[in-house]
């Protein structure tokens, strides 16, 4: 099992960036298994989305259209940590951001991004 814990979140105004981080700890055999990690959000009423992943050698990338050129996702294998820079944001980015390990299917407890208009 993996534990994961974001952190970064918080208000900006549109137009704004924030920089997300998700750390992952556990026994080192669940560590060294990971290999995709990624970022997903959840705005108010609406269902969970998948932003961006990651591979362990962060050499296949995936993100979303509507983020495309935007945002970056980025890791630190020695430090088990992920992050999501996050540029221009938009109103409707609002909502919590998730973490996610797709070996575990484990989940982190969200980070709340805010943007105002």
């Known amino acids: 099992q993996v534990q994961l814990v974001e952190s970064g979140g918080g208000l900006v105004q549109?137009?704004?960036s924030l920089r997300l981080s998700c750390a992952a700890s556990g026994n080192i055999l669940s560590i060294l298994s990971i290999n995709t990690m990624g970022?997903?959000?959840q705005a108010p009423g609406k269902q969970r989305?998948?932003?961006a992943t990651i591979t362990r050698?962060?050499?296949t990338n995936y993100y979303a259209d509507s983020?495309?050129?935007?945002f970056t996702i980025s890791r630190d294998n020695a430090t088990?940590?992920?992050y999501l820079q996050m540029n221009s944001l938009k109103p409707e980015e609002t909502g919590?951001?998730?973490c996610h390990v797709a070996s575990w299917d484990s989940w982190g407890q969200g980070t709340?991004?805010?943007v105002s208009s």
């Not at 983020?67 to 935007?70: D, I, N, T, Y």
């Open 67 to 70: 983020v495309k050129g935007r």
């Open 39 to 41: 970022w997903y959000r």
């Open 49 to 51: 989305e998948l932003v």
């Open 57 to 59: 050698r962060g050499t």
């Open 96 to 98: 919590v951001y998730y």
């Open 80 to 82: 088990n940590t992920v």
């Open 14 to 16: 549109a137009g704004g």
């Open 112 to 114: 709340q991004v805010t």
